[in-house]
């Protein structure tokens, strides 16, 4: 501030400036396309400020005179560090439109606060959540369980579609989600069924990724390269990624990988309590029943590894037609940790998981104008081949026996398409179809080595479902009803000549109305939702004709349609 020698403010004179800001603000290399504006204490604000630093340039130096003064008014600047929109290469992903049809309890974790909350898992990243807890058989297979639901009643999902894999049919068997290059997680809470499939009956995950980049957001080229390292296990994981895109096309590339040992506990590895429940002891020839070690100061076979790699691309544009694909391939191994089978004779040792994915997406959409009668058309095929081999390793008197127990070998296609009406208007909503075709080949031991005998058996399925939901909103009123008919088949053969087959169907609906009482005394958000719903799963084909042994349960799986 600069004073005028000759003359003096006048008596009452409030030097305080009018709106000052009188240039065009540019952010980076962007221009804000309009000039900013200040409040009468010389403030100027800038909304949506990009979540980064960048700097912040005028045209010119900006003085205002008034009264005998020369002022420099001071520029404030305020963002949000954790917006839930900050992503790995510096811009957002747009938001999912079916978010807008799904249950009150649905929340979506990303940006910075996902960051803070990863962990090596899908089921310990999200266990801090509301409602949302973990499965905890291995330190490398966690899942997540919604308000006590978990299994095939809660769907995970990669960018809409199923993760094809294994890990909704037992708990033993990992989620192939590579957290390091996901950017998005949605909580779905409460049934999900009318928006991913009638098993998704007490609700489901969906992670976003940019497997696919977007042409029209992000810089021309970016890459990032992530590291860490956890004490526990000396467990280390690094993740890297790049993307360059030019007019109307993207190229993105990703890779990642996490190791860690056996885990460090404090003292024994199970109590008095559990010693005199399971009696855990082996029975060795010549020798007698002895009893089996308890592993203390670190739970054996508690080891995790996981690798994976990707490749995708885009040509055309998001606000137009738009031609997406990517491929990933994922390898996992991973420990089951010491469990006792419970019996004395039964083979003992070591059990651990090794699997594999490679998968293929394709996804395809289009924005119409404003005359048309959608809004927007998505469509996106996923398909993949998960094999997954259940090993054992003989301890103690079956030292030396090392063969696999069980081995998964699945052939997985699915498809969504969706026609979204009625976005800027009262009334909205979305209508679609979704298949799903999965072909499962398992190969179980009946008798170990040395006499090793191996028996055969498919199971195969096929959906179709038909859905329809909408959304109307109005003052502080919130409509919201949704329909899904689904149609399922599931066969069962194996090599002794057993065919068996069940046709199903299922019909749910949903009716939820919503008043939004604003700010009320110290609440910041208010809101009164009465929720009816009428929910049919039908049971999966492995629910059906499953005939394996399950190394995290520790028994043998029968499915309904086979007992009996």
Known sequence: MMADESEGPEEGFNPVPEPALKEDAIIGEAN?????????????????????????MMNEEILVEAEGFEMLPEVVVEENAISGEVAVFGAPLRENPLLKFGSEGTSVLGGEELRLKLGGTLGETLASQPGVSASSYSPGISRPVIRGFDGVRVRTLRDGLGTMDLSEDSPDHGVFIDLLMTEEVEIHRGPASLLFGNSAIGGAINTRTRYIPSVDLGERFAAMLASGYDT?????????????????????????????????????????????????????????????EN????????????SSWSLGGRVGSEEGFSLGASFQEVEQNYGIP???????????????????????????????????????????????????????????????????ETAFDKHALEGRLEFYFGEDSEWSGVFGAQFNDDDL???????????????????????LGLFSLNHWEHE???LKAGLRYDA???????????????????????LSLTFDWGEVGGWDLLETSLSVSNTQRLPTAIERYAFYNSAALGRFLIGGDLDG
């Open 295 to 306: 592993p203390d100061g670190e739970l054996a076979n508690s080891f995790h590894e996981r």
């Open 488 to 510: 399922q088949e599931a066969r069962y053969s194996d090599e002794f000549g057993s065919d068996v087959r069940a046709n199903d169907q299922s019909f749910s609906q949903s």
């Open 32 to 56: 804000l396309g309009e000039r900013p504006s200040s409040n009468k204490e010389g403030i100027g604000l800038i909304e949506d400020w990009p979540v980064d630093e960048i700097p912040l």
């Open 338 to 404: 010491y469990y006792f089978a419970g019996d004395a004779t039964d083979l003992f040792g070591d059990l651990s998981i090794e699997g594999g994915l490679e998968r293929g997406d394709l996804e395809m959409s289009n924005r119409f104008g404003p005359d048309a009668w959608f809004d927007e058309v998505k469509f996106r095929l996923g398909m993949g081949r998960y094999q997954h081999r259940e090993i054992f390793d003989g301890k103690s008197k079956d030292d030396g026996k090392r063969f696999n």
């Open 476 to 478: 502080q009123w919130r």
């Open 232 to 292: 526990q296990g000396s467990g280390y994981h690094w993740g890297t990624a790049a993307e360059m895109r030019g007019e109307f096309w993207a190229l993105g590339f990703s890779a990642s990988q996490r190791n860690a040992s056996d885990i460090s506990i404090p003292g024994k590895a199970w109590t008095e309590a559990y010693d005199e429940l399971e009696n855990p002891r082996s029975f060795i020839p010549g020798v007698g029943i002895v009893e089996l």
């Open 441 to 463: 080949a398992i190969e179980r031991v009946v008798v170990p080595p040395p006499t090793l005998f191996t028996e055969q058996s498919r199971i195969e399925s096929e959906n």
